[in-house]
């Protein structure tokens, strides 16, 4: 089954604790961005990759690391968490140019930091 | 300042009759336009895109409509059934400065039986 999988789907860490949320694919693809979703904010970007080793920041990208080594994972790296990056992160791939086909979207991660 | 704007927060719409989500844009060089929905607990899915160079994109009983001179689009949905209810939200992209996408704050769909 074609699908995007991100782990953990909940986390509940304390300031300045380090984590890493894991987005793997298994469609080949090679674009993938990562976005939080706030009330009244909607999606926002935070980084995309166009291919392994090539990623750009996206609208909200501090705070933030991303690291595209192989092909199918874009892992989510918080060096140092704050409680404004509580928020419900979502990861998602495309085909080459994500302006002419759909993103497939993760279910979600739901990170509280305390 | 949000480039990609959903104004109703929400919506009601009676099964059967014709559900109209609106988005407007303030950014003249977008060139690609999308619709996702979103269900609770879940990721949200692809509906319908459409191009800068069309002015209407139809997928079964999901139409969206292109007014670039306005900056503004909208989704139909004919007719609306009660599995439409979800949050709607409007993206857009450009090619120029990478491909960013940008994502509306969505609208919340409520399709009464």
């Known amino acids: 089954e074609a699908q995007v999988t991100q782990n953990p789907r909940y986390l509940i860490t304390v300031t300045g604790k380090k984590l890493t949320v894991t987005c793997s694919q298994n469609?080949?693809?090679?674009?993938m961005s990562w976005y939080r979703q706030d009330p009244g904010l909607g999606l926002r970007q935070i980084y995309y990759?166009?291919?392994?080793?090539?990623?750009d920041k996206g609208d909200v990208p501090e705070g933030y690391k991303v690291s595209r080594k192989e092909k199918r994972n874009f892992p989510l790296i918080l060096e140092s968490p704050s409680p404004n990056q509580t928020s419900l992160y979502f990861c998602?791939?495309?085909?080459?140019?994500?302006?002419?086909?759909?993103?497939?979207f993760g279910q979600g991660t739901r990170l509280t930091v305390v | 300042d949000q480039q990609v704007k959903q104004n109703s927060p929400s919506l009601s719409v009676q099964e059967g009759r014709i559900s109209i989500l609106n988005c407007d844009y303030t950014?003249?060089?977008?060139?690609?336009f999308l619709w996702y929905k979103k269900y609770p607990a879940e990721g949200p899915t692809f509906l319908i895109s459409?191009?800068?160079?069309?002015d209407k994109n139809e997928d079964g009983r999901f139409t969206v409509f292109l007014n670039k001179s306005a900056k503004h689009l909208s989704l139909h949905i004919v007719p609306s059934q009660p599995g439409d209810s979800a949050v709607y939200f409007c993206?857009?992209?450009?090619?120029?400065?990478?491909?960013?996408?940008?994502f509306g704050a969505g609208t919340r769909l409520f399709v009464k039986a």
């Open positions: 993206a857009a992209s450009e090619r120029t400065g990478g491909f960013k996408t940008i």
């Open positions: 459409i191009s800068s160079i069309k």
């Open positions: 950014n003249s060089m977008f060139d690609y």
């Open positions: 469609m080949n693809h090679e674009y």
């Open positions: 998602a791939s495309s085909y080459r140019d994500p302006r002419n086909t759909e993103a497939f």
């Open positions: 990759s166009m291919n392994v080793e090539v990623t």
